[in-house]
DNA sequence: CTTAAATACTTTTTT
DNA sequence: AGTATTTAAG
């Protein structure tokens, strides 16, 4: 086969063969090819059957593409290769062999807002005060005690304290309502498939037999779960070939560990470790810029990109008054730049911050494509249609049918689901088994009831015809259509829409794949990411988080919102070591630019739609060399009067101007209030007498009041 | 039981 | 601002 395309140290990686290896990867230096090249070489110069060869990559999107290019490489057919996600890789194992822990093979996948239903249902029905025990940070402790491997018994027995024992509680509850309903959350996915190794060692010897190489992309970024698994499968044979970069490790909030890659030689003492350091996709000027920045992190194995490249343009800077200002320089420099619209991307690092975008895209009729935020699969009807889906596949999957037992309206009200839930707790039931004459529900509601059950039954009992028969059965049964389109608010005119296009989906999934069922297309329905839709071939702009544009690469990116709080991101809770994992990110974010990078942040930016939040530059601009920038003092009127208020002696006469009127509260001042204390002004609304403020007063409160009979005084 | 209106809550990142 | 949840009216 051909390797004349590769350097010297991707070669040796690509031949490198016996015991473990671990390959350093920076940015841009060539990993997929390394990646591809050397499974192809598996292939063609050692004789591995495709079968006996293990990839994982971060997103489905990846392995496809991985799999295609490894098949335009060598001449036999690839279709055995296990290449996926670890998520998909582990849910394909569990549905051979889930019948060992007790679950059946038509297992449900809950998302995180089942699994966030499912805990705020259990602290409801443990009676404990739900404004106390928050759903969601209870979700998240939860996923935290399972990305550690301890299970409801580990953390009861090392529980100290109330809020522990709670917690215990609460997750011994959450597991076994999940076990109850057939159904696994994201962490579980990872989880069993360790335990099923350890109770049956059968079957790790089996899948050992099987996965005779494993390569792992993205290694910085697996937890102690993921750890486990592939360390479990390739004990004995040592074959592990893992690709990664410490300084792109940005899921440490999701318990990714950097230290299974800094670690790598201390845990396997036989590896072979070889660094990548060649950049081939980024300008000098970038990979400076973005190397500035990391290299302020102390615990980073130390190491330089290098790149051929010229130095191209400087990094623009861009400084804005404001947020929809920035998203309107943005949309100038488009406008200016040419690359076609296919090739430029805009980050950001919390989703809320692509309303501004798209808002000023959106009036230039600039096409766009966002990936993230509100997610296709979750939105409500989406949600809804699918459950329908879930409960004709498991039977047992009490979540989905609470969810649609009412939906569309049936005249089963909240009374009558308390009463059935009731009853199936107390007597161990499914909802299948109900006997509809037990229950002391009205006459109407039994009948509607009745009709109900027998409808699924109906469809559970068929439930291998193509997926979208069976969907097409229920939208006609629920009268779906007709259930939107009488409605007269555009919304749900809308969301019929989005109901037609899952219907597409399913007929181009039953088309693609004939041998797949109902349950199959579930199981990529919940595995499936935004960024997997992602279509490259539409010109258009693509707007995401930094953390989607992971492994992508575009010609032109811009960076916005780098300001102080928003990026570096500051919480309550966040301590100063997160930090660095923000410097990361922002390493990530600028090494996806190859010929130019745009970094901006604005001084003021609403947040909830109303509050002001005033801020300053990012730490992270200081950072970076002068001599790298090209900053841009704004050409707008407005910008330089801004510009100029900034002067100090400028500012101090506003302030003056402030003090002597008072009476001119505008948002964002502080005021006291003679009865409510102080607070901060969010919101003025109305003109002359009837004019109202909002004020949120010490204690997270907001009061609306009329700003007349207020009598509010301002406070420093 | 259903619907509309009022209120509360959200925003860090995602498999 | 947008969504979810609670309340009030029908």
């Known amino acids: 086969m051909n390797l004349s395309d590769l350097n010297p140290n991707q070669l040796e990686a690509v031949k490198a063969t016996g015991g473990p290896i671990l390959i350093f990867a920076g940015a841009g230096s060539g990993k997929t090819r390394v990646l591809t090249h050397k499974i192809a070489y598996l292939i063609e110069e050692i004789g591995l059957p495709p079968e006996n060869i293990l990839a994982v990559t971060f997103t489905n999107k990846a392995a496809q593409e991985m799999s295609e290019r490894v098949t335009s490489l060598v001449q036999i057919n690839t279709s055995k290769m296990s290449i996926g996600t ?12 889930i019948h060992h822990l007790g679950y059946t093979n038509s297992f ?11 805990v705020k249902n259990i602290i409801k029905d443990m009676n404990l005060d739900p404004k106390q025990f928050d759903a969601s940070s209870y979700q998240y402790m939860i996923s935290s005690k399972k990305n550690m491997l301890m299970s409801p018994q580990d953390v009861a027995e090392s529980a100290e304290g109330y809020i522990d024992e709670k917690l215990a509680d609460i997750y011994i509850n959450y597991q076994s309502e999940l076990e109850k309903n057939n159904a696994l959350d994201f962490d579980d996915l990872l989880i069993l498939p360790i335990k099923l190794f350890n109770e049956h060692p059968n079957i790790l010897d089996y899948y050992r ?5 494993i390569l792992v992309d993205e290694y910085q970024d697996t937890n102690k779960p993921q750890f486990q698994f592939i360390n479990l499968l390739s004990e004995v044979h040592r074959d592990i070939f893992v690709v990664g970069d410490d300084d792109q490790s940005i899921y440490g909030w999701r318990g990714a560990d950097v230290r299974n890659i800094l670690d790598f030689s201390e845990q396997y003492p036989d590896s072979k470790v070889i660094k990548l350091e060649q950049n081939y996709r980024s300008t000098g000027n970038i990979l400076d810029a973005a190397y500035s920045v990391v290299s302020k992190n102390e615990s980073r194995a130390d190491k330089k990109l290098w790149t051929e490249n010229a130095k191209g343009s400087k990094i623009k800077l861009v400084e804005c008054f404001d947020d929809r200002q ?26 809320a911050q692509s309303r501004v975008i798209e808002d000023a895209l959106r009036k230039n009729a600039v096409p766009y494509q ?9 939105r409500k009807e989406i949600k809804d249609a699918l459950a329908y889906l879930r409960i004709v596949t498991n039977p047992d999957d009490g979540l989905s049918f609470n969810r649609v037992v009412n939906f569309p309206p049936r005249g089963i009200g909240k009374t009558s689901i308390d009463k059935i839930n009731d009853y199936l707790n107390k007597n161990n039931l499914g909802y299948l088994d109900l006997n509809i004459e ?4 009205g006459p109407k509601q039994k009948k509607e009831l009745g009709d109900f059950l027998s ?3 109906k469809l559970n009992g068929n439930k291998d015809r193509p997926a979208i028969e069976i969907l097409l059965d229920i939208i006609n049964e629920i009268d779906l259509k007709n259930y939107y389109l009488n409605q007269p608010n555009v919304e749900s005119h809308e969301r019929w829409k989005n109901v037609e296009e899952l219907i597409t989906s399913i007929e181009e999934y039953s088309e693609q794949n004939k041998d797949k069922n109902l349950s199959d297309f579930l199981e990529e329905v919940s595995l499936l990411t935004d960024i997997d839709r992602h279509n490259t ?21 811009f960076i916005v919102g780098l300001e102080e709080g928003l990026f570096p991101i500051t919480s309550y809770s966040s301590l100063e070591n997160d930090i660095d994992e923000e410097r990361r990110l922002f390493y990530v974010g600028s090494t996806r630019a190859m010929k130019q990078l745009v970094l901006s942040y604005a001084k003021k930016r609403m947040k909830y739609g109303y509050e002001m939040i005033l801020s300053s530059k990012s730490r992270f601009l200081d950072e970076i060399p002068l001599e790298l920038l090209d900053i841009d003092g704004g050409n707008s009127n407005i910008f330089a009067s801004n510009r100029m208020a900034s002067n100090d002696s400028r500012q101090k006469k506003n302030l003056n101007i402030n003090y002597q009127t008072s009476s001119t509260i505008k948002v964002g001042d502080n005021v006291h209030h003679k009865v409510f204390g102080n607070g901060r002004v969010v919101q003025i609304s109305g003109f002359g007498d009837t004019q109202q403020i909002s004020i949120r007063f010490v204690g997270n409160v907001t009061k609306k009041l009329m700003k007349k009979y207020a009598n509010l005084s301002k406070i420093d």
């Open 86 to 97: 670890f998520h998909s890789i582990c849910a394909g194992i569990l549905r051979q062999n």
């Open 108 to 118: 449900t996948i809950y998302d995180s807002s089942d699994s966030k239903t499912l």
């Open 209 to 213: 037999q099987k996965y005779k190489y």
């Open 326 to 351: 920035e998203a309107n320089k943005v949309l100038e420099m488009i406008f200016d730049s040419s690359f076609p619209k296919s090739e430029i991307v805009v980050l950001y690092r919390t989703n």
């Open 370 to 378: 966002i990936i993230g935020g509100v997610k296709f699969y979750e």
């Open 438 to 441: 037990d229950l002391s529900i």
């Open 455 to 457: 409808f699924i039954k």
């Open 537 to 557: 071939d539409y010109e258009s702009i693509t707007l995401m988080t930094i953390h989607s544009a992971k492994g992508l690469e575009y010609s032109l990116v």
